[in-house]
């Protein structure tokens, strides 16, 4: 395996000491432009790269952000929109030159757990949050940590300041296993990116309640996320704001797979006033939902209408093609992060709004079938 270049080989190739090298590479003063120039063409001749842990060491950044995913792990391979967030996201971090850490735990406990760690070596500059959930710990542990953080999905600070932590412990020593560190008394500023989840299931709810439906159930995801209760809400509201009352809107949770949407599928197509409407929070399980309608001979949408939340190829190619929300989900990503680059830069923190969605009505919409009592 070919040895990293050094310090000490720059200095070398370069014909000056390595203080020089370490005063050139690092932008301090006490080398002339004429040799400064010359010690960084000879690094960049011999691949040199600062080390991120010795940037972190001296106090400099680490060059890197931090995402970490909560979820069951099985429900990730399945769904389009993290790929897409992520790929927005490294879009606009390569074109800065920062490196994306990530990384997928079992639980909120672990990710926290995983912030202090990143925190404790100074693996991160900054971290990018996602799955708001309600109750939500962790705007205010890293807004005490002072790790600079956005929220994507709803607007990160907590009402009222966190818990008063104790004195902050010396970041140059690292906890022992088992022992996370203090958090800093200095709060960091924590922002988000969020998106108009009431605004999308109104739309849905404008565009099935036009079409003759009032038997509509919401397949959403998991519970505890605060996007999930976010449409759940909306879905209530606007349902009685039309005069629909529970027995005839409802939602009902998932993991977001495709076996627990396919599952919720069967069991409200057999109830006794099965819905005529089917509202999926996510494109796989929209695809597997209408895939039980056509094994239970439930043709689509003679019978059964079918929205998906995420549009994706997967609704386009399905027969019939789905009705879907369609938004710039790289957009999200690519919003996040240049929102978390100015927060790193000294800016403000502040909550921007993603760009709102639009339903795309496509063949798996139609009238309410006409025998249909309400």
């Known amino acids: 395996m070919a040895r990293r270049p050094t310090i000490k080989d720059i200095a070398r190739r370069a014909g000056v000491s390595q203080s020089a090298v370490s005063f050139a590479l690092n932008g301090r003063p006490g080398v002339s432009q004429d040799t400064r120039a010359r010690i960084r063409s000879v690094a960049e001749e011999l691949g040199w790269q600062a080390n991120s842990a010795a940037r972190a060491l001296s106090g400099e950044r680490s060059g890197a ?6 979820r069951p792990a099985h429900t990730l391979g399945v769904e389009s929109f993290f790929l897409q967030l992520v790929s927005g996201i490294q879009e606009v971090l390569s074109a800065a030159r920062t490196a994306l850490l990530f990384q997928v735990v079992e639980d909120v406990d672990a990710e926290c757990a995983l912030y202090r760690r990143w925190w404790a070596e100074r693996r991160v500059d900054g971290v990018l949050v996602v799955d708001p959930r309600t109750g939500d710990p962790r705007p205010a542990l890293l807004a005490a940590l002072g790790l600079p953080a956005v929220t994507i999905g709803e607007p990160g ?23 996370p560190p203090t958090p800093a008394a200095t709060p960091s500023p924590v922002s988000a990116v969020r998106a108009d989840d009431a605004g999308a299931m109104a739309q849905v709810l ?3 309640h036009g079409l003759g439906h009032r038997r509509i159930v919401h397949v959403a995801g998991l519970p505890g996320l605060a996007h999930t209760v976010r449409r759940m809400e909306s879905l209530r509201s606007e349902a009685e704001r039309r005069g629909l009352g529970p027995d005839h809107v409802r939602s009902v949770v998932t993991d977001y797979s495709d076996a627990e949407g396919a599952a919720a599928t069967r069991r409200v197509l057999a109830e006794p006033r099965p819905p005529t409407a089917l509202v999926y929070d996510n494109d796989v399980m929209a695809v597997a939902g209408s895939a039980v309608a056509a094994e239970l001979g439930i043709p689509v949408p003679d019978r059964l209408s079918i929205v998906a939340w995420d549009d994706s190829a997967l609704c386009r190619v399905t027969h019939p093609r789905l009705t879907a929300l369609v938004r710039d989900t790289a957009g999200f990503g690519r919003l996040a992060a240049e929102e978390l680059l100015s927060v790193l830069a000294g800016g403000p923190p502040r909550v921007r709004e993603s760009e709102r969605p639009r339903l795309e009505p496509r063949d798996s919409t139609a009238p309410a079938p006409a025998h249909t009592d309400s």
């Open 157 to 179: 600070p907590p009402a009222g300041p966190p818990a008063v932590p104790a004195p902050a412990p010396d970041r140059d020593s690292v906890p022992a296993p088992g022992f």
């Open 65 to 70: 952000v931090g995402l970490v995913l909560a």
């Open 206 to 208: 404008d565009h099935l």
